[in-house]
């Protein structure tokens, strides 16, 4: 295949609009599950893999994506583009296609009463001014439906379709140009509750991180290679993984001559413990066991047991403790039962083989054991925070993580992504461990914040992985910023702890 290398497109920088719209002004449109978190992980995956500057990301979700917001924002960014820029527009949200007026984007205050003057057309807000500029390399990404409207937008469905038709003239000047649509004409662009994205866009931030390498052809991410395996990985997840019976095909329009280098990877790849090596001898693990966890509080007037004629506790006494767990033990015995009905749908597991064991739930205990994992939750007063509980989950696998499932993470009412440790460190270890993640910020491979009085370190890698060592007391704690499924979490750790033995 013949590539044109983007070297040959000097690009200096890259400038990102990122529109998502979940919640409309008018309820007369329907939300868009998931669409701010697609914008987050959508601007993720620009700062961390494509190395796009933060403040070159204009990202505008909800009420900040007005009709007038929009226009007056994007024609002003799309026409200061130079010859050196590359641009990047990301939307998640209705959109259509109506004869006479080309594709349409909805903004949050668009009206379904008046959708033609209360929309957005793609052609004006993006396409014309983009051509008119100096821009020569330009990649636009569309999560939104093509399916007729009918009585009303309902999840990404539109009254038309969203078409490559009329497109030629606004991108012909335009060297390396390609638009990625999520599904094709008269079809759906769905979500995924496990997922917790639209599918289309989930596969699209995999493929851009270059964390999925069936993407990249010899570490090299291109226009064709991305639209090639964003149909691929769409198609084959819904067939395989959901219950959705109708089709989603990804499709895109390219306006070259020759494939484009979207991006070039290191064909090797990367380690995300990569500023975790095994010269640490300043750090030793006392226990490689895995336990996932999940804290967080909750007020407890929240509590299901809490009653009109309850008042929230104002001290740490016994009785306040003892209060705390009896207003929450119907929340336990909820959470539990929630997860034991997810277990029999994910697991196939019939009854004998789920073991739901409440006999500590006066202590504010209850926990959950399979062959495949066990779950516990505790519930008890918080220390610092007296109006509130705090509520701890556990997992604990005891299958293989490559026996589970896909649809694992569904069983749980929470992300499980921390990890906490004992760790045995020496006298020199602060010092030690301080420079040499010093050395890798400055190679930026992450952020380092550090207080040499609490002897604390925290390192983040560009991969949002964060290592929090507590010296004093003796615990490392490893988490995930962002999406992270359960399997994916435990590889990530485990890839840790071997970098250590």
């Known amino acids: 295949m013949d590539i044109t290398n983007i070297g040959q497109v000097i690009i200096k920088d890259t400038i990102a609009i990122i529109i998502a719209i979940e919640s409309y002004r008018f309820s007369e449109i329907t939300s868009v599950k998931y669409a701010l ?9 620009l700062i961390s893999s494509l190395g796009v500057k933060e403040e070159n990301i204009h990202i505008r979700v909800d009420s900040l994506a007005s009709n007038t917001a929009l226009n007056d924002e994007i024609q002003y960014l799309i026409r200061n583009l130079t010859e050196t820029d590359r641009f990047i527009f990301y939307y998640a949200g209705h959109g259509f296609y109506e004869a006479g007026h080309g594709n349409r984007l909805t ?26 500029s100096k821009c020569k390399q330009s990649l636009i990404f569309l999560d939104a439906c093509a399916k007729e409207l009918k009585d009303k937008l309902t999840s ?31 079809e759906k662009s769905y979500s995924d509750d496990t997922l917790q994205n639209g599918i289309w866009s989930y596969f699209l931030f995999q493929g851009l991180s270059g964390r999925n390498r069936s993407a990249l052809i010899n570490g090299q991410l291109t226009d064709t290679s991305l639209r090639d395996y964003l149909k691929s990985s769409v198609q084959d997840f819904i067939a395989t993984k959901t219950n959705i019976k109708y089709s989603q095909t990804p499709y895109a329009t390219i306006n070259t001559s020759n494939s ?51 008042y929230p506790p104002d001290g740490n006494s016994s009785s306040a403790k003892i209060f705390v767990i009896s207003v929450f033990q119907t929340f336990i015995l909820e959470e539990l039962q929630a997860i034991y009905l997810k277990i029999k749908d994910v697991l196939n597991l019939r009854r004998k083989g789920i073991i739901k064991n409440i006999d500590r739930i006066t202590l504010g205990e209850g926990e ?32 293989p993580k490559e026996s589970l499932p896909f649809n694992f993470d569904y069983i749980f009412p929470v992300a499980l992504k921390v990890a906490y440790f004992p760790v045995q460190y020496n006298e020199n270890s602060f010092e030690s461990l301080v420079s040499e ?7 930026k491979k992450g952020s380092l914040v550090e207080d040499d009085i609490k002897e604390t370190i925290k390192y983040t890698t560009n991969d949002k992985i964060v290592y929090e060592f507590f010296i004093k007391e003796s615990r490392l704690k490893i988490s995930i910023e962002g999406h992270s499924k359960i399997v994916d979490t435990i590889s990530i750790i485990e890839q840790f702890i071997n970098s250590l033995t």
């Open 107 to 132: 903004a949050w205050d668009s009206s379904i009463q008046n959708l033609t003057d209360t929309t957005l057309s793609l052609n004006e807000l993006v396409l014309a001014p983009l051509s008119k």
């Open 156 to 186: 990404r469905e539109s009254i038309g379709e969203l078409s490559s038709r009329g497109l030629e003239k606004y991108v012909k000047d335009i060297p390396y140009h390609a638009i990625y649509y999520a599904c094709s004409p008269t």
């Open 260 to 310: 484009f280098v979207i991006f070039e990877y290191n064909e090797e790849v990367s380690n995300p413990n990569e500023a975790i090596a095994d010269e640490y001898v300043d750090l030793k693990l006392l226990s490689k066991d895995i336990t996932l966890v999940d804290e967080s509080l909750m007020l407890v007037e929240k509590a299901p047991g809490f009653k009109r004629s309850h």
């Open 37 to 45: 978190k697609d914008a987050e992980d959508f601007q993720n995956v």
């Open 368 to 399: 959950i054991i399979t062959d495949y994992f066990v779950y516990r939750i505790s519930i008890q007063q918080s220390n610092n925070y007296i109006k509130y509980a705090f509520i701890k989950r556990q997992l604990s696998l005891k299958a």
């Open 437 to 443: 993640f010093e050395d890798s910020v400055e190679e």
